[in-house]
């Protein structure tokens, strides 16, 4: 019978280890999600690895030759509690399958924020400055304090230019 197990990977090679190890005819699972990154001083929204250095693997305790996982491209060991590989139940892998959308990734929602919470401009000409989360001044902005000067300040910005610290 075949379980799941938990690959890590070398850095940024989720992609280099999960073709490789399915070049040799192992199924694995690699769950991408869209997530905001800096490029060039502006914030983008790109598809990365859900999880960075990891990947699932598909693997038989009878059948399957574990051996040449641990040489593959891009992979840096199995995961290991102790002595035994790390195994992932079944029902984990199908709750990420079944969320990710038709496009075959995650789309991870922004944390919530609310009145009182510390934040992080991400974007715009207050890029990098912290404020404290007022309110939403419409659908699309939010109003935040913050402290210019030895003083406060109510200034209006894009919800989606916002990160909680």
């Known amino acids: 019978m075949k379980s799941w197990y938990l690959i890590h990977t070398k850095p940024r090679q989720e992609l280099l280890a999960e073709e490789n190890l399915e070049r040799q005819g192992y199924e694995t ?4 999600a869209e997530v905001r990154r800096k490029r060039r001083g502006r914030t983008v929204r790109v598809i990365d690895p859900m999880f960075p250095r990891y990947l699932f693997i598909h693997l038989s305790d009878e059948t399957d030759d574990w051996r040449p996982i641990r040489s ?3 992979v840096a060991a199995l995961v ?3 002595e035994e590989p790390a195994r992932i139940p079944d029902q984990l ?3 990420l399958r079944n969320r990710e959308t038709d496009s075959g990734y995650h789309k991870l929602e922004p944390k919530a924020v609310t009145k009182g919470t510390p ?4 974007e715009g000409p207050f890029e990098g400055f912290e404020g404290i989360y007022q309110c939403r001044s419409g ?3 939010v109003v935040l304090l913050l402290k ?5 300040l109510k200034i209006d910005v894009l919800a989606t230019n916002i990160e909680p610290v």
Not at 29 to 32: A, G, R, S
Not at 119 to 122: L, Q, S
């Open 80 to 82: 290991k509690f102790g």
């Open 139 to 141: 659908k699309e902005r």
């Open 119 to 122: 934040v992080r401009i991400a």
């Open 29 to 32: 699972y690699l769950p991408m």
């Open 148 to 152: 210019v000067a030895q003083q406060a």
């Open 93 to 95: 892998i199908d709750v």
């Open 72 to 74: 593959t491209l891009g």
